[in-house]
């Protein structure tokens, strides 16, 4: 689904029939102003779909920007402006906090999990453990955190996970099936393989045919072990419980990527507050 469809979806589930208490309070030919105020510091995100929606509820609307996605924000900063009929500014009012109070939590608490990583080639990565349909701007404000993404879905990598293994009948299967599958479609796919112990990581090692080892609930020294055996013959991955206390810990370790569920998924959305002036 794209953004302009979530947007036209989100406004129709809101909006409805009518927003009849602006309609009936508000004279027609009535005109305000708005700027949204920021009520606590984090990090900025969402301008960009903020701008979208004013524009599909009344493209008249004139949307000020002050501040950009990715901004360090403090208690009392105003994001933007936006002018033009004040039935149509309400009508988006709470669209638009919904969609940037949830993403700037996410780009806050991004830009916590990065700046543990700080001076550290390590990258922290989102998940697909994301709010149904709102996958693209949840993965946006990672982006805007200083994050970087994983796959964005089923379609655009193959990860073998433990129940894939298991179902295959064994690693070695369940590569040499994925090899095969990319082959015989001719696509372009990375394949990444979960190894929950050594074992399993031993039988990766040396059978190959895969980009990327994900390391799920190793500890940091099992972990720093494991990278050592794999010598950066493929790109590594740390997964499993990491939080923001331990995040360090596990990349000091030498792996390239942290994978963080609680990215997108255990946030606390953002203070803001669109108000008339």
């Not at 994925?178 to 990444?192: C, D, M, P, T, V």
């Not at 609930?217 to 499993?240: M, R, Y």
């Amino acid at each position: 689904m794209t953004i302009v469809e979530i947007i036209e979806k989100a406004l129709s589930e809101d909006i409805g029939s009518g927003d009849h208490t602006s309609l009936s309070t508000i004279p027609s030919s009535a005109r305000g102003k708005a700027r949204l105020i920021v009520k606590e510091d984090g990090v900025l995100s969402g301008m960009e779909i903020a701008a979208m929606v004013f524009r599909k509820v009344d493209p008249e609307i004139v949307f000020s920007p002050i501040l950009t996605d990715g901004d360090i924000i403090k208690k009392g900063d105003i994001a933007f402006t936006a002018e033009g009929h004040s039935a149509s500014i309400l009508q988006a009012e709470r669209l638009v906090l919904n969609f940037m109070q949830r993403m700037s939590g996410i780009a806050t608490s991004t830009a916590r999990y990065t700046k543990e990583l700080a001076g550290l080639e390590c990258k922290v990565l989102d998940t697909r453990k994301t709010t149904p349909l709102l996958r693209e701007l949840e993965k946006m404000a990672v982006r805007h955190g200083g994050g970087f993404n994983h796959r964005f879905g089923l379609y655009d990598m193959i990860m073998i996970k433990d129940n894939h293994v298991d179902f295959a009948g064994g690693i070695v299967q369940a590569i040499d099936a994925a090899n095969h599958y990319i082959s015989e479609r001719g696509l372009n796919l990375k394949i990444e393989i979960e190894v929950r112990n050594f074992n399993e990581l031993d039988q990766v090692l040396e059978h190959g045919g895969i980009d990327r080892i994900m390391l799920d609930n190793f500890t940091p020294a099992d972990l720093k072990l494991a990278v050592e055996k794999i010598n950066k013959q493929f790109e590594t991955e740390a997964s499993g419980g990491i939080t923001l206390e331990s995040i360090r810990k596990y990349a000091e370790t030498g792996v390239d990527f942290i994978s963080v569920g609680a990215l997108t998924h255990h946030i606390k959305s953002l203070d803001l507050s669109l108000k008339a002036y």
